[in-house]
């Protein structure tokens, strides 16, 4: 018996030829060694050609991304106590804030913060706050509002220490504002995905580094108002302070903030908005609130989710905003002299009154 005949597993010459065609008909078989290895060499970049004026641009010119990783393994590798320092402030704040927002029965907030709408805006805001706040717990959003809440506020907080001295500065010194003025521009047009890798970077993920992003992109609008509106102080009241004597001190508490306060919370409405749109972009640096909710939802293609995120933040941006320009209006404009006159607080007033 032949060798072919005893072994029925061995290849013959036949099928290796049937092999070989096949082989070459499919393009979708398995390469060889030597194929596969040839493919990644060819794949291979090639090194920086020379310069060529008919492309000049193939190959960077400035080597920037390594300039930019090597500053900032510089920064936090030398830096890092004095991040920390800035991290423990706002870490406080934020804390406190949240664990009184969510310690406070959801019935008692929704009463506070009706009066107190209805106190700077009226009585249809007050009733439009309490049935907007009623929707927000109703469909299951209340905790993740009440943590938006605290990072909103802690962030326009920080945004109001930082800003409002800043913009006093500015006005008072026209070469702070040739410095300060080119700064902010470049922070207005910075896209807001561009803050987070350094932020991550600089200060890890989570609640607190995303209120350090959120002032960082926020904090803009205060600086530049609270310069302009004492600035659009007139002079001939400027004059007249001085005349009667008033010091510095007295000029600008006295004559300027007063009057420059509705252009002043403009600024801080701007603020407050920024604040909550950057909220909701920094969960992707797993911060929490709604914003978390719509991040999660888009992830899991779960549209019911990010409704519910999407409806928590527009109820909230909508109470937040009314709030601020109400509190930017003046007594005159509101039709009385004083703010303790209007609101549950005028009626408990007028009330009290009569009684005696």
């Not at 991304?65 to 830096?79: H, K, P, Q, R």
């Not at 008072?172 to 902010?184: E, G, N, W």
């Not at 252009?263 to 909550?276: F, K, R």
Request: glycine share 8%.
């Amino acid at each position: 018996m032949s060798q072919d005949a005893s072994n029925p597993w061995a290849v013959t010459e036949v099928q290796e030829s049937i092999e070989e065609v096949n082989s070459d008909a499919n393009p979708w078989g398995a390469a060889s060694e030597t194929t596969t290895s040839q493919t990644l060499s060819a794949g291979a970049p090639e090194p920086d050609a020379p310069f060529s004026i008919i492309d000049p641009f193939a190959n960077e010119l400035i080597p920037l991304e390594s300039w930019v990783e090597t500053g900032i393994g510089w920064v936090v590798g030398n830096f890092r106590p004095f991040f920390s320092a800035i991290k423990a402030p706002i870490d406080a704040t934020l804390s406190s804030i949240e664990a009184l927002l969510q310690s406070i029965n959801p019935i008692f907030m929704i009463l506070f913060m009706g009066l107190l709408a209805w106190q700077a805006a009226g009585k249809r805001l007050g009733v439009a706050t309490m049935v907007s706040l009623f929707v927000v717990g109703a469909i299951g959003a209340w905790e993740e509002s009440m943590t938006t809440l605290a990072l909103v506020l802690t962030s326009v907080f920080f945004c109001m220490v930082v800003g409002i001295p800043s913009g006093i500065w500015m006005a008072r010194s026209d070469k702070a504002q040739q410095v300060i003025r080119p700064i902010l521009d470049a922070m207005q047009t910075t896209p807001a995905f561009v803050y987070l890798v350094p932020i991550v970077m600089l200060f890890g993920i989570g609640n607190v580094p995303g209120v350090v992003v959120t002032i960082i992109f926020a904090v803009p609008p205060v600086i530049r108002l609270t310069n302009l509106g004492i600035r659009q102080v007139p002079e001939d009241l400027i004059e007249a302070a001085q005349s009667f004597g008033a010091s510095s001190k007295q000029m600008l508490f006295k004559v300027q903030l007063p009057l420059a306060m509705p252009t002043i919370m403009a600024g801080v409405n701007q603020t407050l908005m920024l604040s909550l749109s950057m909220v909701v972009i920094a969960s992707m640096i797993s911060v929490g609130g709604l914003g978390l909710m719509v991040l999660r939802g888009i992830g899991r293609l779960d549209i019911g989710l990010a409704t519910v995120g999407g409806v928590g933040i527009v109820i909230l941006a909508i109470i937040l905003d009314r709030l601020t320009q109400s509190l930017g209006q003046s007594a005159r404009d509101r039709g009385t002299r004083h703010w303790y006159e209007a609101g549950p607080i005028g009626l408990l007033r007028k009330i009290s009154g009569k009684q005696q």
